[in-house]
Structures are given as structure tokens and as C-alpha cells.
């Protein structure tokens, strides 16, 4: 993730901080602090990109028809959420569809909303689910997965951290296995293959940082809902490799990399996090764009991470607010870097799929 989360709850704070601050000021200091935080926030809180500019990208495929044989559908769910499917078995990345309100995620606790949870696995009929892959357990990726795993029955894959996100909510060891990064696991005509990856990079708003604490990177003990947004650590961060037959998919939700890590690795098609890209400098998106892209060479590249998780699934996805992204740059940082070569750019809407290969 971006952990735009983070980044939220961070301005959040400081914001409710400094309004606390305010309460002995006198109220023309007050008024014009209340009007100063409400054009800001009207501002950074708009979409930072107008999806009818990218209308050409998007496939527009409700994937209500068979899947042909042999092909693989995958659905997307927001964030990095995309469900895959060859007819027989499917296998899902992180499943988060609670997605708590930004107010709600930077004052109160959250937690898994059984209603919102239940009604998107009806929607993408999540009906063979044998596996369930968390990238790492910031609360827009893990929170909902123990919850789909117990209502599915599928198995939930993840670090330690995600594990004691599992045990909170109630899942047994049996349900649940630790990542062993570059061990093949092999589930239906899939088999994932783990690898070690970086979070997107740290952050720092009004003086505080969105890092993960050296002294405590991982959830130590279960994690039992509700919690705040900050409780979920990231535990590591991890991208997919998923062969299926003669075919390859890698998808990496963070925006960061391990140096070399892919590149004994190619790819038909590459799910590619996007969220704060253009955040970063330009020899940064360079060598992302090289250890990815130019390494896996894909034919098909879906960006994901793109959307803002704040709003609910059940309606069209907008892209990640002024506040801590910038999606029209994102995209034309991809999209110059990919120009004349043989790759095709497909977006996709929440519930949308495409057959891959
Ligand atoms: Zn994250």
C-alpha cells in the first residue's frame, strides 16, 4: 500500500491537535482557522485525477460470461485487491472491501464490516476461494481477509503479522500459513510463488512520518478488532509471482522494490502499484520502472493502488485524493516510460475483470 491511511490519520491528527490548541484563542483567530482547514480540505480531499481522460483505457468488462477455458479472469477490487480465477479455483490478494470513511479511520477504531464484507462476495462471487495472499498489514490490505477466509473457508497466507491479524479475528493455525518467500506453493493449476519486497517510501506531514517504527515492525501478539488504523504495522512487504500453465502474472501493490529481486523473472502481465510514484524522484520512478517493467517485460500492465479507499466499493472508484497523491502524474510517469513499446495499459473499475492471456 501507499498507506495513504496512514497519511490521512496522520494530517487528521495534527489538524484535531492544533484545533485543540485553538480553544483559547479568541474566535476571529478561531473562524479564520476553521475557514483556512475548510478550503484546504475541500482542496486535498478531491480526486487527484478525472478518470473520463483515461476512459480508453478501461476494458469495461462485468465479467458476467464464462470464463473460457484455459483463460484466467481477474477482478478488481480496489486497492490491491483482484481476484483471480480460472473456472475451477480462485485465489485472491489482500480483500479488503470494509474501507471505513476517512473521518471514521482517523477518529475512531475500525474494524471489518461483516454487511459491506458479505455483500462484495456475493457481488464478485467469491464461491471457490482456496486462498487468500495479504501483501502486508497496513489496514487497506489485511483487515478484511481473516473475516473472508472464515466465510470461504480459504486459506489465509501472509507474514507473522498478518497471521496475528488472523488469530485476533478468530482463525486457527490450520487455517493459516506463513509466508516462505521464493517456495513455490502450488493451489489448483496456480502455483504463488512469494517474494520479498519493500513498502512504498515513507512519508512526512506537519513534521510527523507515516515510517514503520524500527523498534516495533511487526504485530507481536493477535490483533483483535476493533483497533486503530496505526495498529496495523506492515510486517514486511511481499509481491506475488503466480504461474498458471504456461503463463505468468506478478503483482506488486507497494511502490518500491528490492533491488534485482525480479530478475530471474518475466511476466505476461504485471499488476502494478501506482500510488505515489510521482511523489518520488525521478531517478526513484526510473529504477521502479526498471525493476519492474523493463525486467518482467509484460504485454499487459494494470496499474492498482490507485483508487481512494475511502469511499465504498459499491461505488465507481476515484482516484487517491490531492492529499498525499497524484494520479494524472502517476499515470503519465507509466505511460512515458512505457511509450513505443509493444505493452498495453488497462485500467479497471471496482467489480470490473479481464481475461488474462
Ligand atoms: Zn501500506
Given at each position: 500500500?501507499?498507506c495513504?491511511d ?32 475548510f ?25 458476467t ?37 476517512i ?7 475500525i ?36 473475516f ?26 490450520e487455517?493459516m ?38 523498534n ?24 506475488f ?51 519492474t ?65
Amino acid at each position: 500500500m501507499v498507506c495513504h491511511d496512514r497519511f490521512f490519520v496522520i494530517f487528521l491528527m495534527v489538524m484535531a491537535e492544533k484545533t485543540n490548541l485553538l480553544k483559547k484563542q479568541n474566535l476571529s483567530s478561531i473562524l479564520l482557522y476553521v475557514s483556512f482547514v475548510f478550503f484546504f480540505s475541500h482542496c486535498v480531499l478531491s480526486p487527484s485525477g478525472n478518470l473520463t481522460n483515461y476512459d480508453s483505457y478501461f476494458p469495461h468488462h462485468n465479467g458476467t460470461d464464462p470464463i473460457p477455458k484455459g483463460k484466467v479472469r481477474a477482478t478488481f477490487l480496489g486497492t490491491s485487491s483482484i481476484l483471480l480465477d480460472d473456472g475451477e479455483t480462485q485465489i485472491l490478494t489482500d480483500g479488503f472491501f470494509s474501507r471505513p470513511s476517512i473521518w471514521k479511520t482517523a477518529f475512531s477504531k475500525i474494524e471489518s464490516d461483516p454487511k459491506t464484507v458479505l455483500s462484495v462476495i456475493e457481488k464478485a462471487k467469491i464461491n471457490r476461494l482456496q486462498a487468500i495472499f495479504v501483501c502486508h498489514s497496513h489496514y487497506d490490505h489485511v483487515m478484511d481477509a481473516p473475516f473472508v477466509a472464515k466465510q470461504t473457508k480459504a486459506k489465509l497466507y501472509g507474514s507473522s503479522s498478518t497471521l496475528n491479524v488472523g488469530t485476533g479475528a478468530g482463525l486457527t493455525s490450520e487455517q493459516m500459513q506463513k509466508f516462505i518467500p521464493g517456495k513455490p506453493i502450488t493451489i489448483g493449476k496456480f502455483t504463488i510463488t512469494v517474494l520479498e519486497s519493500k513498502h512504498t517510501p515513507p512519508f512526512r506531514i506537519l513534521g510527523k512520518t507515516n515510517a514503520t517504527d524500527p523498534n516495533h515492525p511487526n504485530i507481536e501478539s493477535p490483533l483483535i478488532q476493533p483497533v486503530k488504523a496505526m495498529d496495523f504495522i506492515e510486517g514486511g512487504t511481499f509481491d506475488f509471482f503466480i504461474q498458471h500453465g504456461k503463463n505468468k502474472i506478478l503483482i506488486k501493490s507497494s511502490t518500491n522494490f528490492v533491488e534485482g529481486a525480479l530478475d530471474k523473472f518475466n511476466a505476461d502481465v504485471l499488476f502494478l502499484g501506482i500510488a505515489q510514484i510521482s511523489l518520488q524522484s525521478i531517478s526513484f520512478q526510473d529504477e521502479y520502472l526498471n525493476q519492474t517493467i523493463q525486467t518482467l517485460k509484460p504485454k499487459l500492465i494494470i496499474p492498482i493502488h490507485w483508487d481512494n479507499f475511502f469511499k465504498s466499493l459499491s461505488e465507481p472508484l476515484e482516484p487517491n485524493l490531492q492529499l498525499g497523491d497524484d494520479f494524472d502524474a502517476n499515470m503519465s510517469s507509466i505511460l512515458k516510460r512505457t511509450e513505443g513499446q509493444k505493452m498495453e495499459i488497462k485500467l479497471l473499475q471496482g467489480f470490473e475483470s479481464i481475461d488474462l492471456f
